[in-house]
C-alpha cells in the first residue's frame, strides 16, 4: 500500500504556472511513470493552474492551493481557488469556449484536461472559489526481481 | 521579449523555445507580431525543435498568428514538433488549418 500527500500554495502569477507543474511532476514521479504520464500530468496542471489565474483571479492577488495525493496506483490532483468562480461549468468545460475571446486564451483547457486525465470533477461558487480535481489511475510495470 | 527568427525570400522562420505556457505565449505573441508588421513577410513558419513544453496557451499564440497572417494573405507553417506537441495540436484540429511537421 502506498499513500503519500502534499501540499502546495502559490500566489496566482503566470511565473508559477511552471513551477506549479513541475513540482507536481516531481512529486508524482515517485509512482514510476512513463515519460507521456509526466507529460499529461504536466498539461493537465498546467490547464487548471492557468485556469485560476487568467479566470479566478483576473490578475487580483490571492491563492492557489495545490493537493496532490498518492493511494496506491490512483494520482489525485486538486487545484483549489477563492477566486471570482464559474458561472456556467457545463459551458466553460465545452472545447473552444472562452470568456475572452480577445485574450487568444484557446478555450480548450478543460477539454485537454479530460483527454490527458482519467477524470475531472469542477465544482465552483460565485465569488467562492473553483474546485478542479484531477484523477488518473496509473499503470504500474511490476517491480522485477533479479536474484 | 527576444526571439530568435530569420527571414529568408519574404518568409519569416521564428525558432520557439522551452516552454510555451500562458506567461511565454503572452510575451512572444507581442515579439512575433512585431517582427511580422516589420518586414513584410508573406509566410510564417513556426519552428518548435527547441520547444519542451506546449499547453493550450500555445493553441491560442498559433491561432492568433494564423488569423494575422490570413489578414495580411500569408500562410503559418509549424515545423518540427514532438509527439507531445503534435497530440496538444490535434485536440484543437490545428493540422487541418495549416501544416505541421
Known amino acids: ?147 | 521579449m527576444e526571439v530568435k527568427y530569420k527571414i529568408h525570400n519574404e518568409n519569416l522562420i521564428v525558432y520557439l523555445k522551452n516552454e510555451i505556457d500562458h506567461h511565454m505565449s503572452e510575451k512572444l505573441r507581442t515579439s512575433i507580431d512585431s517582427l511580422i508588421d516589420n518586414a513584410d513577410v508573406i509566410s510564417l513558419v513556426i519552428d518548435f525543435k527547441s520547444v519542451n513544453f506546449v499547453d493550450s496557451s500555445g493553441i491560442g499564440l498559433i491561432l492568433g498568428r494564423y488569423k494575422k497572417m490570413r489578414s495580411i494573405g500569408g500562410k503559418i507553417k509549424i515545423i518540427n514538433t514532438t509527439k507531445q506537441i503534435k497530440k496538444i495540436l490535434h485536440m484543437a484540429s490545428i493540422e487541418t488549418i495549416m501544416t505541421v511537421n
Open chain 1, 1 to 147: 500500500m502506498k499513500e503519500d500527500f502534499m501540499r502546495l500554495i502559490i500566489q496566482p502569477k503566470s511565473e508559477n504556472e511552471s513551477f506549479a507543474r513541475a513540482t507536481v511532476a516531481a512529486f508524482a514521479s515517485r509512482m514510476n511513470l512513463t515519460l507521456e504520464e509526466i507529460s499529461d500530468i504536466q498539461t493537465a496542471v498546467s490547464e487548471a493552474v492557468t485556469n485560476s489565474v487568467v479566470h479566478g483571479y483576473k490578475d487580483k492577488k490571492g491563492e492557489i492551493e495545490i493537493i496532490v495525493i498518492i493511494e496506491n496506483n490512483t494520482l489525485t490532483i486538486k487545484i483549489n481557488d477563492f477566486g471570482v468562480g464559474i458561472r456556467n461549468i457545463k459551458l466553460a468545460r465545452k472545447p473552444f469556449y472562452t470568456t475572452v475571446p480577445e485574450g487568444e486564451r484557446s478555450g480548450m483547457g478543460f477539454t485537454i484536461m479530460e483527454a490527458f486525465m482519467d477524470e475531472v470533477s469542477v465544482i465552483s461558487q460565485i465569488d467562492v472559489g473553483t474546485r478542479v480535481t484531477l484523477t488518473k489511475e496509473i499503470s504500474q510495470e511490476e517491480d522485477i526481481d533479479l536474484e
